[in-house]
């Protein structure tokens, strides 16, 4: 790879994964989280652990997996069983919508055990779609970029199409990527085979998540531009930047509005932005659905696909989940919330919900 970060960003994360590392470990690790060569090990967790059992131990300090004191944990609370939950939808979804879907949380290292981070959140309960990369990890970053050019090359036993969520002036919407990707073919026997997919071989969607504060994140963005240069990335789209499909002058409110501070009127947390964006993508794969079915027979105008359990659905559930998250950060004190808005956010809504507000008088913050 010849793009190389900074040493001053590769020691900063090693000090960060090293910190991490032993906040979470049994053993507590005295020279960081690298190899001998300078290697990034990014893996946050133990994945063949399935569950968390908060044990208090003399150097365990935060639970690997929710990111909180081992006496707040919320694993055992809740989120194992959602994970299992989530596990068997995704097969359900992806089953019937004939597509994989992969989501790669791409972090900045000053996120490591932030309590108000959600994209851990996201990552937890759907682990089987998610892969993490811990901005600085050359190693996986190299990986990711060789992915993506084989993906889009046809190199692999299926096709790969790889999108990166960032709002910027070379951003595309999420609609008109699907145009440019998937190809619909109405003489096709099957909806995945119209998406040029490989008899017997879903196509894989995957999306890349910047996840850190928005000066990180812009960073992080401008790390992916000159990789795309790098890797010849900007032909034929093999890596094209995406926004969500907003009505940009209403914006939209942040979940975590009143509990942490919204930016701008178009800028959310890492988990909101994740659901909504899978959710535009299945929409979308529905609504080509109806035009390849409709196109064979023009009688059949309102036909949809066999859909059991939507997408909407799911992304209903999910959105569910992270409130429930914001109400037990809140319960637990871990988070007091910001009830008075910054008065130069004008713009932005950034009062509590109701229902919160109902949750910070109960436990007395208000």
């Not at 919508?97 to 949380?105: K, S």
């Not at 196509?203 to 960073?219: C, E, F, Q, S, W």
């Not at 196109?295 to 409130?323: A, H, K, V, W, Y």
Request: proline share 4%.
């Amino acid at each position: 790879m010849k793009y190389h970060h900074h040493q001053s960003l590769l020691d900063m994360v090693q000090s960060k994964l090293g910190w991490w590392s032993a906040e979470t470990s049994s053993t507590k690790l005295q020279e960081g989280s690298t190899s001998g060569d300078g290697h990034v090990d990014s893996d946050l967790s133990d994945r063949d652990t399935p569950s968390c059992t908060p044990v208090r131990t003399s150097s365990v300090s935060r639970c690997g997996r929710c990111w909180l004191r081992w006496y707040n944990c919320f694993c055992t609370e809740y989120l194992n069983s959602r994970q299992a939950y989530y596990h068997d939808r995704w097969d359900e979804i992806q089953d019937q919508y004939q597509v994989e879907i992969e989501i790669v949380m791409f972090y900045h290292a000053a996120e490591l055990g932030r309590s108000a981070n959600t994209a851990h959140v996201f990552e937890h309960l759907c682990e089987g779609i998610t892969k993490v990369i811990i901005y600085g990890d050359q190693e996986k970053e190299e990986e990711l970029f060789k992915r993506i050019v084989d993906g889009s090359e046809g190199k692999l036993s299926r096709p790969e199409h790889t999108c990166l969520l960032y709002p910027c002036n070379e951003s595309i919407s999420l609609n008109q990527w699907i145009d440019n990707h998937f190809h619909y073919d109405s003489n096709q026997s099957d909806f995945s085979s119209s998406m040029r997919s490989t008899p017997g071989k879903r196509p894989l969607v995957r999306m890349i998540i910047l996840d850190g504060t928005y000066p990180r994140a812009k960073h992080m963005m401008k790390f992916f531009k000159a990789c795309k240069r790098e890797f010849d990335l900007e032909r034929n789209h093999h890596l094209d930047f995406v926004q969500l499909d907003l009505d940009l002058d209403k914006g939209i409110k942040s979940a975590v509005a009143g509990v942490m501070f919204q930016p701008a009127k178009d800028k959310i947390c890492s988990y909101q932005a994740t659901v909504m964006a899978i959710r535009q993508l299945l929409h979308l794969i529905e609504v080509r659905y109806k035009i390849i079915n409709n196109s064979r027979n023009p009688l059949m105008e309102n036909i949809s696909p066999p859909i059991i359990f939507s997408g909407t659905q799911m992304c209903s559930e999910l959105d569910e989940d992270l409130n429930n998250w914001i109400v037990y950060i809140l319960q637990q004190k871990i988070k007091y919330g910001k009830p008075t808005p910054r008065k130069s956010l004008t713009d932005v809504d950034n009062q509590l919900p109701d229902h919160l507000k109902d949750v910070l008088v109960s436990c007395t913050i208000l």
